[in-house]
C-alpha cells in the first residue's frame, strides 16, 4: 500500500515539474512564428491607453493596449522575477466602443457608470517571444511581430520586425528585460520581493 502511495507521489512531483516547462512558440518551415491562438485566455496583466484626444489627434496606437502573458511564462516570472526562455507576450488592440452621442473631440462616451472611454472592438495583435538561441542576433534574445493593426481575422503567421523598430525602444525604457512591467500592475503585484 505504502509502496502505491510512493509511487504516485513520485508521479505527482514528476508531472510537477515537467508543468513548469515553458510553452514555447511554434514557428513554420521559414522561421515566420505561428499566431497564438488562445491569447485571450492567458495572464491578463494590464491595458494602457494612449487616445488620440491626448496626443494631437495621432496616437500610434490610439486603441486600449490588452496585454496577456502565457500562463507557464507568468508562473515561472511570479517565481523568480525572471522572463524564461520561451516567454511569449501578446498585445492586443481594442478601440475605443464609439456610438452617437460620444464627445467627437475627446471619443469619450457617457455610460452607466459615468464619462470616459469603453472598449470596443478588437484591432489588432502584436506578440513578443524571448529564446536566447533562436533569435540570438537580437538584443536580449527578444523578438518583436504584428500580424496586423486592423479588425479579425489577424494573419496566421509573422516574421520578426528589425531590432530597430522595436527592440530599440523597450531596451531603452521597459523596466525589466525589454518588458513594460512598470506598465502592468498584475505583474507588479506578481513580483517576488
Ligand atoms: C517608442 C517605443 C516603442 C516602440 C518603438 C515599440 N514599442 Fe512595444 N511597447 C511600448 C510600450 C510603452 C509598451 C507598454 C504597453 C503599451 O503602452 O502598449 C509596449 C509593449 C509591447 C508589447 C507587450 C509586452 C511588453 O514588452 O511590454 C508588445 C508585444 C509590443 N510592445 C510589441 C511591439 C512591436 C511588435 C514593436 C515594433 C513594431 C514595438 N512594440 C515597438 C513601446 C514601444
Not at 508543468?19 to 511554434?26: S, V
Not at 538561441?133 to 486592423?150: L, N, V
Request: overall charge negative; charged content about 20%; aromatic content about 16%.
Amino acid at each position: 500500500m505504502l509502496k502505491i502511495v510512493f509511487t504516485l507521489l513520485s508521479v505527482f512531483w514528476a508531472t510537477t515539474a515537467f508543468a513548469q516547462n515553458i510553452n514555447e512558440a511554434t514557428f513554420n518551415a521559414d522561421g515566420a512564428v505561428n499566431a497564438p491562438t488562445d491569447w485571450r485566455k492567458w495572464v491578463f496583466v494590464g491595458t494602457p491607453l494612449t487616445p488620440n484626444a491626448l496626443n494631437g489627434g495621432e496616437a500610434a496606437f490610439p486603441e486600449f493596449h490588452n496585454v496577456y502573458v502565457e500562463p507557464s511564462a507568468f508562473a515561472h516570472f511570479e517565481k523568480t522575477g525572471e522572463w524564461a526562455n520561451g516567454t511569449q507576450i501578446a498585445k492586443e488592440l481594442v478601440l475605443l466602443r464609439s456610438h452617437d452621442g460620444c464627445d467627437e473631440d475627446t471619443g469619450a462616451c457617457f455610460e452607466v457608470s459615468g464619462q470616459g472611454y469603453f472598449q470596443g472592438e478588437f484591432a489588432g495583435l502584436e506578440l513578443t517571444v524571448k529564446d536566447t538561441d533562436r533569435f540570438s542576433d537580437e538584443p536580449g534574445g527578444w523578438a518583436y511581430f504584428s500580424f496586423g493593426h486592423k479588425a479579425e481575422p489577424y494573419a496566421e503567421t509573422a516574421t520578426a520586425f528589425p531590432a530597430a523598430s522595436c527592440n530599440a525602444c523597450h531596451a531603452a525604457s521597459a523596466e525589466t528585460d525589454f518588458v513594460f512591467t512598470q506598465f502592468y500592475p498584475v505583474l507588479r503585484a506578481a513580483m517576488p520581493r
